[in-house]
């Protein structure tokens, strides 16, 4: 009894883990700039765009997008 109590702790310790990595979205400097570049040329093809950088998915490059309000450096 008390083991399934500790898996259920440390999924739970899991979980706020993932959501704390989730909520700081750390892109360097050429990443950005992928983002940026690509966004102009395709738009909100967030598939795309992370297609072509490495580890990242299109969630990622989406929710990143929009936390930095990089809309406004599209012109």
């Keep these: ?6 898996v259920t ?3 739970n310790a899991q ?5 704390k990595r ?3 979205l750390e892109f360097s400097p050429e990443e950005e700039d992928i983002v940026a570049k ?4 395709v738009g909100k093809r967030w598939h795309l765009i992370a297609g ?4 990242r998915t299109a969630e990622e490059i989406e929710k ?3 936390s930095k309000g990089s809309s406004s ?3």
Excluded at 38 to 41: D, K
């Design 9 to 11: 702790t440390t999924n």
């Design 64 to 66: 990143f997008w929009t």
């Design 73 to 75: 450096k599209v012109n």
């Design 22 to 24: 989730e909520a700081v």
């Design 1 to 6: 009894m008390s083991d399934s109590k500790h």
């Design 38 to 41: 690509m966004f102009r040329l």
């Design 15 to 19: 979980y706020v883990s993932d959501m």
């Design 52 to 55: 072509r950088i490495p580890g």
